[in-house]
């Protein structure tokens, strides 16, 4: 089974609604101002980049998600977020609408009538739109209620240890599946695969039996890989290594591309955000009078040291009593500290280090040497993290809340091992975008553990 592309199988549901989405827009865009524009090539860009807009801001507000909810709550959010979108987007197309209109490419007689167009086609987004969103959610929501069964085919202190890996989150319920046992009628999504050696001879004509019938064969790293979107590092094998699974070569093609895109993404965020930056580092000062800028040693890029740059969100002194992990409620960080963690706007001083090549905008977040030393004792192939360049966001960051122990550092760590076998361009455009929607949510800024 090909798992290149397991988290783009994973998250097929949201293309199919962003994509029905993207034709209904233009649809409805084309039919009611396909005679209102002169020139075709206006209209193709008007069309196209309006309709993209939309797509992206419904992303971030959320209005793709599966909902595990009562139908009620799924009708009343899906309309309150196609409501809250078309607010954005009227105003984003206005602004976009007037620039042409300057430009006498439009044929309306008058604004006014420009102005009734543009409502009627908005009024048929919001229905259109809406509806058809929403009958996708109560059809995912349905489906998402009915867990499929697999059964895991390993002993029983593997299944143990199987569980404590998946966690409680996990999507599936998994059954123990006795190895000595492969008789009777087998109804289930699929078979876990901890030991190809249990299969032995006399089960073999069962197993293809079931084969046959289509059901699934998964080892369990497949597995996690493809329906928990991370790999973890207790499963990795030596002959994974050897066969350079999780290798990354920074002189290849589509890093170099990587390598250009974040380097124009960078420099646009940082012009964008300049005044934001300024505006933090005032407050920062009026604040305590202490520095506005903060500086610490970080493991980078296959072990290499660099120096991290942030505005400073913790009082002066805040590790006098040595280093500690961050915790909820940290009374260290300041009241605009609080602020500028929640919209991420103390890590854009970073930007710079990404334009210099010392990190990238997205990879595994770099950890302190002391930090990274004592995960090193107790997580598995924890170095595997640093064969990638480092990052401002990762894989990690945009599917697990801000880590603040050795858990939570474990449980990351498998999501940047799956961010490294999986790297492409497209992954790191959509965990881009996941992050913008979790900044303009405020969310994973916090740690979720009050204790270390």
Not at 24 to 44: N, T
Not at 69 to 75: A, H, L, S
Not at 266 to 277: A, D, K
Not at 317 to 324: F, L, R
Request: proline share 2%.
């Amino acid at each position: 089974m090909k798992l290149k592309f397991s988290w783009l199988n994973a998250r097929k549901n949201l293309f199919l609604c962003s994509l029905v989405d993207f034709v209904l827009f233009i649809y409805l865009f084309f039919r009611i101002f396909k005679d209102s524009i002169s020139y075709q090539l206006v209209f193709i860009f008007l069309t196209l980049f309006s309709a993209l807009i939309w797509i992206i801001s419904s992303y971030i507000i959320g209005r793709y998600a599966n909902l595990n909810v009562e139908k009620v709550q799924i009708i009343l959010k899906q309309f309150i977020k196609t409501f809250l979108n078309i607010c954005f987007n009227i105003f984003f197309t206005q602004v976009l609408f007037r620039i042409f209109w300057n430009w006498n490419y439009m044929n309306f007689e008058s604004f006014s009538d420009f102005l009734n167009d543009f409502s009627s086609f908005y009024i048929k987004v919001f229905v259109f739109s809406g509806l058809s969103q929403l009958l996708f959610g109560i059809y995912l929501s349905k489906n998402f209620s009915n867990k499929s069964v697999w059964y895991f085919l390993g002993d029983k202190n593997k299944e143990k240890i199987f569980n404590e890996i998946i966690g409680s989150k996990a999507k599936y319920k998994v059954l123990n599946f006795e190895k000595a046992d492969l008789s009777g009628q087998i109804v289930a999504k699929g078979i876990i695969i901890d030991d190809e050696k249990l299969l032995k001879k006399n089960n073999m004509k069962f197993l293809f039996e079931l084969n046959n019938k289509g059901m699934k064969f998964m080892k369990v790293s497949n597995w996690c890989e493809r329906y928990l979107n991370r790999y973890p590092s207790e499963l990795i094998q030596v002959n994974d290594i050897i066969e350079g699974i999780f290798t990354y070569d920074e002189n290849s093609f589509k890093a170099r591309i990587k390598r250009i895109i974040e380097t124009i993404l960078s420099l646009f965020i940082l012009i964008f955000t300049f005044p934001l930056i300024i505006i933090a580092a005032f407050l920062i000062k009026l604040e305590d009078k202490g520095p506005i800028f903060y500086t610490q040693i970080r493991n980078g890029f296959e072990g290499r040291q660099f120096k991290i740059i942030k505005l400073r969100t913790m009082i002066i002194n805040a590790e006098k009593d040595g280093i500690q992990w961050s915790k909820k409620s940290d009374d260290r960080i300041t009241k605009i500290g609080r602020i500028l963690r929640k919209l991420r706007i103390d890590e854009l001083p970073q930007l710079l280090l990404v334009l210099s090549g010392e990190m990238s905008l997205i990879g595994p977040r770099p950890e302190r040497p002391k930090f990274d030393d004592l995960l090193r004792e107790h997580i598995p192939n924890y170095d595997l993290r640093y064969s990638i360049k480092p990052g401002i966001s990762g894989w990690a960051q945009v599917n697990f809340p801000y880590g603040a122990s050795i858990e939570d550092s474990k449980l990351k760590l498998s999501y940047d091992i799956y961010y490294i076998k999986n790297f492409s361009i497209f992954l790191d455009f959509m965990i881009f975008f996941k992050t913008l929607k979790l900044v303009l949510n405020g969310k994973g800024s916090t740690p979720i553990n009050k204790n270390n």
